[in-house]
Every structure is written in structure tokens, then in C-alpha cells.
């Protein structure tokens, strides 16, 4: 059976909306006709307006809306098309979200799960593309989760609703369209959060990824597979709480850790903190250098030619596997996609 | 318009009752025993006992960091507000949020922020989901003059009127920010009020300095139920600094003429007057209630200092809750 990681969104958010006789779906666009990158469409039809509804430019107003709703019964679903958008609501997310249970005692609970859209490819630029999961990360009080594959979406979702936290669920754009073989059979991890996926056992080396990095590593599969190397590849959906002793697990036994985060930059990232973290357990784990590859420290040009060499690609990840391991990896490049679009199906506009 | 004379006491009652918890506040503070900001309403007593006569009790409250006058005008509790203050556990929220952060969700006042306009989508989004649940009851916003300054505050009353929903934004306009007179922050020819019925919100205006024509002016236009929002204005005085116990007038940011002018005319006396004037009240009881009210607020803080605090296991506990 086939799933798409944009029609489980959909499926997901009806299903919680069904269950959840009064939880609300709003932001800016989810009515359009092809509701946030066919995420929700037909959800107002379903629910009605006064459940599902488009809204003002009013980032800011618009959280404390949603989190005011919630401490009455509505725990509101909201969605920006950008995570970019959301840093005009910053101040009620971290003084409002994150800190209402604490101040006033934990005598009652504010919450939302907020869809956060990280962009890449066709000339988004630098203010359409960036991720700011290490920014929220440091603050009391937030939960941070990524899916990666579609089949993540569903479990993790429901699970992110049903927290008492506000959870921010980073949804990179370029898994849209990721499309999952399962078995019908299959039996859907229920818990995610402060929890890792384990997509790969081996014994050779680490792979740490999540989000649309985890796809990255999943295409490299085969070569890598063809080569010879045996590796762990951990796909970590918590962003936070993060699970570091599972972490902990796998880099004991392979000493060599290579982390994989296409959406972010070096300093302060979470692969920062996961190395910083594994040293603090024990700092002769890694029997090699720890490697982290992100996108470079300056913000994400538009031209087509100079995003070229921004992202990193297989060639960076070999590179490095070969490093730590010093097993060779010999395979075809491929030449056939443009790097700034998702799929060959993409044309633009935005 | 007839007020009937049981409103007209209460109001008069939570008024001095905010009076006196506020200059025993200001008095105890000098013991260095309550160590957190404190924001008093000595002064701006008046606005918040009117409006919460003319709400129902079921009405909810959300405020902002001058809140006292607005919690104890709602009938919340004294003693959980002055532990609070004193940081014990005894407090309304155990001490983990201090005078800025009061909460009493039995008397549905939902809580007082301490950034400015924070609170005001809060309360936005509350009334949406009063309005979805068919809930009769409204929400009462407290700003104040600079709040309508926030982006979010413009953010906010746009939603509200776009969704029709059952507030009333009550603004305390005292005329600062901190030590910023209001001409400096906004253009002088232009209302509060007005600007909001700008955004398309039914806006009135009064000054506390006439408190029985503000009362009788509020009794008009608050209905037990209300299907869109309102927006109040309310000229007020506050007699002390912004933060802090003492009064700070020596410091010659405010006029001479207008300090002496709300010396001359706290809207508490005169509404004390008014009652006796008009035999609602009789000196006699008026002292009585005076006296009665020192010893609750006496005790109050008598508790307050004996109480204990949240011990670090004790916390420890919470935070894992």
C-alpha cells in the first residue's frame, strides 16, 4: 500500500478534528483550494467555519488567539506556510505557551500543536527557507518533533495533539510528496516523542538525521548498502525532548557519528547539542572526529546557481563515510534532477 | 438612569477594599519581605470596581501587570494574592509568578500577564471559544494607555471584530509609561477610543474623576449578554510611581497641575461622599466597614509572612507534574 506524506496530513488532521469534537484548524490559508501544499483541503466543508477558518496576516495575535482558545477546551491545530512567518510570534510562544503552566503555578494548561513549513529549493531564499528548531529548542516548555517518512505522520501526529505541551511539528515541504510502501499490516510506532526511529542497524558508523535529511540519507541507501558499509541510521523525529541515551546506544558501539542536518546552520544546532551530549556521557565515545554537516553560516542565497553547492548532498556524505570508515565508496552520480526542486513533477511558482 | 443602591455600595466597597490592600501593600513593602515588582492601583481603584459591578459574576477576567485593582475587584482571593506577593506557596500561583501573574480560576479571572499586550490575544482567543461552546458568559480585557501601542493589540481588536466576539476591552488610561507622558507615545489630537472605533469596535469614553457618571455610564451600555466586542476608555490617576510603593511626583515628570488636580479630587472620596451625601450610606457604617476591612487585610498578611514557601522537593515535584 502507497501513502503520501501530504494526503496523511490531511487524513490525520480530519481524524483528530473527528475525535476531538472541539479542536480548531486555522492559519493563514488553510481554505485555499489547495490548502497548504494539499495538506487540508475540503477541511472547512467537513468541520465548518467556525472550526476550520482562514485568518489575518496577525502571526502574533493570532497565536495568543489559539492559545487562549485552548485554555477553554479548543486546542487549536495552526499552520504557517513558512517558518519564516512565525517569528513575529515569538513572544507568545515563549512568554505565553512555553511559560503559562509554570507562572501560574501548574493549575492550568495552555497549549497548541502548531505545523511549522521549512522551505527549500526554487529561489526561496533567505527569508522562505530557514528553520529555527535551535531557537525554540533552548526554551523551557516547548516540544519539537519532525517527521521524515509519510508513515511518521500519522502516529506523530495524534501523539503531538494529544500533549499537554505546545508541539511544534516542523513539516519540510520537500516531503510532501514522498510516497511510503507499507504493508497493510503494518503497526504504527505510537510513540515518538523523546523517542528515536532506528531506520537502519549496522556496526560501522552512525548516521543521525531527521526531517527532509533523513529522505537524503534513505536515497543513499543503496550505494552505501553496495559498498559495504553497515551502519546505524537513527532518524530522530524528537527534536526535543531528545532521546540521547538511544543515541548514546548506537555511537558506543560504532564510535564514528556523522549527523546530517540540511536545514540548519552549525552554530548552536542540534547536532551541536547532541555531540556536546554524548561527550558529557562519555567522552571517548567517538573513536573518530564527530562529524556535522549543515548548511554553511550565511543565509540562503535565491539564485538557482548559488544554492548549487549550499545544501549538502551524497558527495558530502561519502565523503565522510569513507573518512571514518576508510571503505571506499564507488558508485554512478546521477545528473538527472535539477538540485532546487523536490521532485521532476515541480514547476514553481512558490 | 436609576441605580439601585446595593451596586452603588459594592462598588463603593471594592473600591476602598483595593484602596486599602494597595496602601498596605505599599507600607509593608519597606520589610524587604515582598521581593518581587509590584504595580499598585492606588488611585485607579475606580474603573475596575465599576466595570466589575456591571459584569456578571460569571464573566471572565484577563489583565495585564497592574492587575490587583482588577483581581480584587473580581472577588478573587485576597489571602492567595498577598502570598503570592510574598512568594509563598500559599499563593495564587505558589509563588512562581508573583504580583504580575495572578490567577483565580474560581472567580474566572484567568490570569495577568506581565508582558504589555500579551494578554490581550489571550483573552481574544477565550471569548472565541466562549462563542463556539455557547458559552453566555463574556471576557473583560484590561489594558492600559501604552498597550494600545502593541502591534498585537491592533492584531487583536481586528479579530475580535471580525469574529463578533462577546469582550469588553476596558482601557485604564493613566496617562503614562512608566515616566513617558501619553503625547509622547501618541498623536495628541488622536483619541484612544477613537482609534479603536477606527478598527470598527463600539467605543466609549469616561473619566474616573467623575465616578458616579462613569458608573451610571457603564450600567448603560454593559448588557448581560453582549454579541460583539466594546471598547472603553477610562481616564485614570495613579497616585504612586509605576513600580514600587512610594510616590514620586518630586521627580517633575508629571505636572504640577495635574498632580494637584487628582489630589484634589480622588474619585474614592468623592464616591465615599456621594453615599453619605445622599444618606446611601451613614458615616458610622462607612467607618465601620473601614475598620472591619483593615483586619481582613490585616490578617491577610499576617498569614501571608507565617506561611511557608515551596520547599525544593516539593517544587521539584511540580515541575515534573
Known sequence: MKILFSKEVEKTTISIMKKNKSATYFGLGVTDPKGIFGTTINLKKKFGQDRVFDVPASENALTGFGLGMSLNGNKPIMVHQRMDFFLLAFDQLINNAAKWKFMFGYQKKMSALIRLIVGKGWGQGPTHSQNFQSLF??????????????????????????????????????????????????????????????????????????????????????????????????????????????????????????????????????????????????????SKKPVILTIPDYPTPTSYYLTKSYYKDQKDLFKYVYKLTQKKISYQRKFDEPHDIPDKLFKGPF | MNIKKNDII??????????????????????????????????????????????????????????HAHYLSRGCSLEKMISEIY????????????????????????????????????????????????????????????????????????????????????????????????????????????????????????????????????????????????????????????????????????????????????????????????NILSQNSVKTFKDNLDIKINKAFLKAQNDKALTVKEFNKLLNK
Open chain 2, 10 to 67: 459594592n462598588y463603593y466597597f471594592t473600591a476602598q477594599k483595593i484602596r486599602n490592600v494597595e496602601l498596605k501593600i505599599a507600607k509593608e513593602y519597606q520589610k524587604q519581605k515582598m521581593r518581587c515588582p509590584i504595580h499598585l492601583s492606588v488611585g485607579q481603584e475606580i474603573p475596575a470596581s465599576a466595570i466589575s459591578n456591571c459584569l456578571n459574576k460569571r464573566d471572565f477576567t484577563i489583565s495585564y501587570h497592574r492587575a
Open chain 1, 137 to 286: 529548542a533552548n526554551i523551557p516548555g516547548i516540544k519539537i518533533v519532525a517527521p521524515s517518512l509519510p508513515s511518521t505522520v500519522k502516529p506523530l501526529l495524534e501523539e503531538s495533539y494529544k500533549d499537554d505541551e505546545t508541539v511544534l511539528f516542523i513539516e519540510h515541504r520537500w516531503l510532501h510528496n514522498v510516497q511510503e510502501n507499507i504493508s497493510r499490516k503494518k503497526k504504527f510506532n505510537k510513540n515518538y516523542i523523546n523517542n528515536v526511529q532506528f531506520l537502519n542497524k549496522g556496526v560501522d558508523i552512525t548516521l543521525v538525521s531527521w526531517s527532509i535529511s533523513t529522505i537524503d540519507i534513505l536515497k543513499s541507501y543503496n550505494i552505501l548498502k553496495e559498498n559495504n558499509i553497515s551502519f546505524d541510521h537513527i532518524d530522530l523525529v524528537s527534536i526535543k525532548p531528545l532521546n540521547i541515551k538511544k543515541i548514546y546506544s548506537s555511537v558506543k558501539k560504532t564510535g564514528k557519528l556523522i549527523i546530517l542536518d540540511n536545514t540548519s546552520h552549525e552554530f548552536c544546532s542540534i547536532g551541536s547539542e547532541i555531540i556536546s551530549s554524548l561527550t558529557k556521557i562519555d567522552p571517548k565515545v567517538f
Open chain 2, 87 to 278: 512568594g509563598k506557596k500559599t499563593g495564587c500561583s505558589k509563588g512562581l509568578g508573583g504580583s504580575m501573574h495572578l490567577i483565580d480560576l474560581k472567580k474566572n479571572f484567568i490570569g495577568s500577564t506581565a508582558i504589555v499586550s500579551s494578554s490581550i490575544p489571550v483573552g481574544v482567543g477565550f471569548a472565541y471559544s466562549l462563542k463556539l461552546k455557547k458559552n453566555k458568559n463574556k471576557i473583560c480585557i484590561f489594558i492600559g494607555d501604552a498597550s494600545v501601542e502593541e502591534g498585537v493589540f491592533f492584531e487583536s481588536l481586528n479579530l475580535a471584530v471580525l469574529k463578533k466576539l462577546p469582550i469588553i476591552f476596558l482601557c485604564e488610561n493613566n496617562g503614562y509609561s512608566v515616566y513617558t507622558n501619553l503625547i509622547n507615545r501618541q498623536p495628541k489630537k488622536r483619541k484612544i477610543y477613537k482609534m479603536a472605533e477606527g478598527i470598527g469596535i463600539k467605543s466609549y469614553y469616561f473619566d474616573s474623576s467623575d465616578p458616579i457618571k462613569l458608573f451610571k455610564g457603564l450600567k448603560k451600555i454593559i448588557k448581560n449578554k453582549i454579541s460583539e466586542p466594546l471598547f472603553v476608555e477610562i481616564k485614570t490617576h495613579r497616585y504612586l510611581e509605576h513600580c514600587g510603593p512610594n510616590i514620586d511626583d518630586h521627580l517633575g515628570y508629571r505636572k504640577y497641575q495635574e498632580i494637584n488636580f487628582w489630589n484634589n479630587n480622588d474619585p474614592l472620596i468623592k464616591l465615599e461622599q456621594y453615599l453619605i451625601k445622599n
